[in-house]
């Protein structure tokens, strides 16, 4: 049974690959309609969010040159990008099998959560301290950060966007939020006087970090109200659940074509776009006949 709902019956045809019928499979009772302004305006905010805190640090570049040498424009930068690399590929190796342990909402939930923390966090020590070691290994807390904030939105928006007809939508709200992070740094900077002289003190670095962390602080509650209140993103995550879970039950992992899902055959739910609005398959053969389990 499926969330209580429906059952699926599976078979096999006898060479080892395994057959699905889904006969009455079905998920949340939802149409597929255009993302709301509100979805995309908050997918927006957080993708800007994402970007803020490390866009800040690298405004902050005229400051550090005076305080530290011209070296530290290198340091930095390399500081705030190079967990970019390792933490898309932990992303890509490990979050499947943490979404399957503790399920994709408190996944995505905690993975924001400490995105958003350790930006705030970082951000607000590293006027706390002098010294450009102290000012790099925060920074590459806020690289990391950044790149697990990006990376949960890239994913959010790609599998909530199945469950709209605004496919390209919701991640060109990401991408746009990401990019314009740098204009409210340049809005903060022009508010607090600071960035624009070498003659900035660390007080007037220490001012201009905490507003970021205010605003930063601010973008976080809405992600919390995209996590708790898009009925489009419940949706996604319990149909990434039950797909999760089939693939597990049934153990449909292809390796070269030994075994696996034939094409025509059916797929196990959610690794299909073609529902309707009561949850079935729309496009089910008409011809296959259902075995009972």
């Known amino acids: 049974p499926i969330n209580g709902t429906g059952s699926s019956h599976s078979h096999s045809n006898g060479n080892g690959n395994v057959n699905i019928s889904n006969n009455n499979v079905a998920t949340s009772r939802t149409t597929r309609h255009a993302a709301s302004k509100l979805e995309v305006l ?8 994402s970007s803020l805190c490390y866009i800040a ?5 005229v400051y550090f040159k005076a305080q530290y040498g011209n070296e530290s424009y290198i340091y930095l930068n390399l500081a705030i990008y190079l967990p970019l690399l390792p933490v898309s590929i932990a992303q890509a190796r490990y979050d499947q099998d943490v979404d399957r342990i503790v399920g994709s909402f408190n996944a995505y939930l905690c993975r924001g959560v400490v995105g958003f923390a350790l930006s705030v966090v970082a ?12 000012v790099c290994t925060l920074s590459a807390l806020i690289g990391t950060s950044g790149a697990i904030l990006q990376g949960i939105l890239y994913q959010m928006s790609s599998f909530v966007s199945t469950c709209s007809t605004s496919s390209g939508h919701l991640k060109a709200a990401v991408a746009a939020g990401i990019q314009a ?3 409210l740094c340049l809005a903060v900077s022009i508010l607090t006087g600071f960035g624009s002289s070498a003659s900035d003190t660390q007080h007037d670095l220490r001012r201009f970090n905490y507003v970021i962390c205010i605003v930063e602080t601010l973008i976080s509650g809405l992600f919390f109200v995209l996590m708790g209140h898009s009925r489009r993103v419940h949706t996604a995550m319990l149909r990434r659940d039950s797909s999760l879970s089939l693939v597990d039950q049934f153990g449909l992992v292809t390796d070269g074509g030994d075994g696996g899902i034939n ?3 059916g797929a196990p739910l959610l690794l299909t776009e073609d529902l309707n609005e009561e949850g079935f398959y729309e496009n089910e053969r008409s011809n296959q006949a259902d075995v009972p389990s």
């Open 42 to 49: 908050l997918f927006f905010f957080c993708g800007l969010g």
């Open 57 to 61: 640090t690298l405004s902050s570049l």
């Open 123 to 134: 951000l607000m020590l590293i006027p706390q301290r002098y010294g450009l070691g102290w």
């Open 181 to 183: 992070s740098a204009l």
């Open 263 to 265: 094409e025509g055959d």
